[in-house]
């Protein structure tokens, strides 16, 4: 037993050398980047499962035209022969000359699916049949016209937050007859920061951190609760709010005002994140943010070494979760 976990780890050790051999191989072929154009130094091709069974047949063919001495046997089988050769070529050149441009994606949250824009084009001839897909997503399949462009939407599945790590697309076609498969793995430069997958627990109690300048103390606003009194009418205030009674002894038209007291500001502490490890404290927070904002109600963000002042709106929101899906991580880009 001992001896074949012995056997198993080195077999796995030569596996995981073999890969990163590869991958470095690849990195150094076809480089990462925003936009590629798909050459002879990028694109690979070799027979399919079909094309393999056809040269099979071939070599039968030819074997029976030499034993038998059947000038049309030999006639059928360079013929056919041929077409197999042409149909290399045909399948090289439907891929080479593809232009893939990257076009971004939006933030997305862990388990949710990263969509990443795509933009296939040609400026020369048409591309038909031209399969896009990953491992582990799905496989669409696109035609490019001649001179035109193809957008599209691809979908990756996302796990972790922190910026997404994509694997290299790969773009495979077998046109025209299926003999040929040429593909190619591209590194396109897609950018999606993927944001801590949301955990719903109950609002904390607001605090201000230590040397926060945050003034605690409640102020009213208008709204709907205490009337405080009364004042001139404004055009666009509420008929519901007219002072009815002092218009008719002449007093002229008023407004009712009335107040409520304002929310605190709530400060979001990783300390008061409960959870079983680091990735559900921050869900926590990612709860508590989304919350808030759906509330509109104002609040900061407190982590080690950071602090986002007490605020609302979009671009808060998006500095808070950028803040929480980045924390801890070591820079990836």
Request: proline share 6%; hydrophobic share 40%; net charge positive.
């Amino acid at each position: 037993m001992v001896a074949e976990r012995g056997v198993a780890g080195v077999s796995e050790a030569i596996r995981e050398r073999l890969r990163q051999w590869h991958r470095g191989w690849l990195r150094r072929r076809i480089p990462p980047a925003q936009q590629i154009r798909l050459d002879h130094r990028r694109i690979f091709i070799i027979p399919s499962k079909a094309g393999a069974g056809f040269l099979l047949l071939l070599a039968i063919m030819l074997v029976g035209a030499i034993n038998y001495q059947n000038s049309l046997v030999y006639g059928l089988t360079f013929t056919l022969l041929s077409l197999f050769w042409v149909a290399l070529h045909h399948t090289y050149r439907n891929l080479a000359g593809v232009q893939l441009r990257a076009t971004g994606g939006r933030p997305v949250f862990a388990g949710e699916q990263a969509p990443l824009g795509l933009v296939l084009s040609s400026s020369r001839r048409e591309h038909q049949a031209l399969r896009l897909s990953w491992p582990q997503a799905g496989l669409h399949t696109v035609d490019v016209p001649a001179g035109g462009e193809q957008a599209l939407t691809l979908y990756y599945p996302t796990n972790h937050r922190g910026w997404l790590i994509l694997e290299r697309l790969r773009v495979e076609t077998r046109f025209p007859l299926g003999w040929f498969q040429a593909w190619s793995l591209v590194d396109l430069d897609w950018q999606v920061l993927v944001y801590p997958r949301p955990v719903s627990r109950p609002l904390p109690r607001g605090s201000a951190p230590e040397g926060s300048e945050h003034d605690q103390d409640q102020a009213l606003v208008e709204g709907v609760d205490d009337f405080q009194g009364l004042r001139a009418y404004q055009p666009g205030d509420s008929r519901r709010r007219l002072d009815w009674r002092a218009w008719s002894r002449g007093q002229g038209l008023h407004s009712k005002i009335f107040a409520e007291p304002q929310q605190q500001s709530l400060w979001l502490d990783l300390t008061s994140a409960v959870g079983r490890d680091l990735e559900e404290r921050l869900g926590v927070m990612t709860g508590w943010v989304l919350a808030l904002e759906n509330a509109r109600r104002a609040y900061g963000l407190s982590l080690p070494g950071q602090r986002i002042e007490p605020a609302l709106g979009p671009a808060h929101r998006e500095q808070c979760l950028r803040a929480l899906a980045l924390y801890g991580l070591e820079p990836q880009r």
